[in-house]
């Protein structure tokens, strides 16, 4: 597994990296740490000298290397392979690049969420990454403590994709051994015009999806699909959160908000974006 965590060497860079380090010391992975550094050019036409300019990128790109180094010297291990990558440009655009030209199985990356200035470097950026980019995110809310996982849970709105969401999750999460994994599909006011008793049995379908699988499905009533999650995560102790990422038109996205960041924006637990555009 191909991992890429973008890190701005931060404490909530550190989220994912400590999520990182665990899962490599369970599997055979292939970590690439990422750090974009903005180009000092932009400030060209602002009548800054332009041996100020090269002297401030210079001590920028050093900084960046010595950050992004002792981080990749952190991950300790006979067989995990890491390397640092350090790119100029906006975030955005080169870790779309990145992405497009080496190929990745999963990003991971830290944020904080609305309890939090938003206006932070990563909190800003993930949104955009989950509204972006057609890859597997798992998104890392708080610091990583305890690998043994005990409850995971799966949130369908019952789509056409899914099933092979599903399936990408319960791979996924094999590393943590996880002994029971909940399927919900959340009934609010204006979701759902299909009767419970027909929702019920579209949820027995993950069953038979994972028949050797301890798995629990749950037609689940709440006020929004976030507010649900949040209760349900409560109710049961969840660890972990699955979601098929299904891209909203940007009219919709503005009107009433992708599921998945408003999710992401309110959980403590880690939760796995998972793209249905890539192969299952």
């Known amino acids: 597994m191909k991992i890429l965590i973008p890190t701005d060497f931060s404490s909530h860079s550190e989220y994912a990296i400590g999520m990182a380090k665990s899962i490599a010391q369970h599997t055979d992975v292939q970590i690439?740490?990422?750090?974009?550094?903005?180009?000092?050019?932009?400030?060209?036409?602002?009548?800054?000298?332009?041996?100020?300019?090269?002297?401030?990128?210079?001590?920028?790109?050093?900084?960046?290397?010595?950050?992004?180094?002792?981080?990749?010297?952190?991950?300790?291990?006979?067989?995990?392979?890491?390397?640092?990558?350090?790119?100029?440009?906006?975030?955005?655009?080169?870790?779309?690049?990145?992405?497009?030209?080496?190929?990745?199985?999963?990003?991971?990356?830290?944020?904080?969420?609305?309890?939090?200035?938003?206006?932070?470097?990563?909190?800003?950026?993930?949104?955009?990454?989950?509204?972006?980019?057609?890859?597997?995110?798992?998104?890392?809310?708080?610091?990583?403590?305890?690998?043994?996982?005990?409850?995971?849970?799966?949130?369908?709105?019952?789509?056409?994709?899914?099933?092979?969401?599903?399936?990408?999750?319960?791979?996924?999460?094999?590393?943590?051994?996880?002994?029971?994994?909940?399927?919900?599909?959340?009934d609010t006011a204006s979701y759902f015009s299909q009767p419970t008793l027909v929702m019920v049995e579209a949820l027995k379908d993950f069953k038979t999806l994972a028949s050797e699988k301890n798995i629990f499905t749950h037609f689940y009533k709440d006020y929004s699909i976030e507010s649900g999650v949040r209760h349900f995560q409560e109710e049961f102790n969840i660890d972990i959160i699955g979601i098929s990422n299904v891209k909203r038109h940007p009219i919709k996205r503005f009107l009433f908000g992708s599921t998945v960041e408003l999710i992401a924006n309110r959980t403590s637990v880690p939760l796995l974006s998972i793209n249905t555009k890539s192969k299952s």
């Open 32 to 186: 690439s740490l990422f750090h974009s550094i903005e180009n000092m050019e932009v400030f060209s036409d602002k009548n800054v000298d332009e041996n100020q300019i090269d002297i401030l990128q210079n001590a920028l790109d050093s900084w960046a290397n010595e950050k992004i180094n002792a981080v990749k010297q952190s991950f300790t291990g006979d067989n995990i392979k890491c390397e640092a990558i350090i790119r100029e440009g906006k975030f955005i655009d080169s870790v779309a690049a990145e992405i497009t030209s080496n190929g990745y199985d999963l990003m991971i990356i830290g944020f904080q969420g609305e309890s939090e200035n938003q206006r932070t470097f990563l909190g800003s950026n993930t949104q955009k990454v989950l509204r972006e980019f057609d890859i597997d995110i798992l998104v890392m809310n708080a610091p990583f403590e305890n690998f043994n996982f005990q409850e995971a849970v799966f949130i369908s709105g019952l789509g056409v994709n899914d099933h092979n969401a599903f399936l990408k999750f319960l791979r996924f999460i094999d590393v943590f051994d996880i002994k029971e994994i909940h399927v919900i599909t959340i």
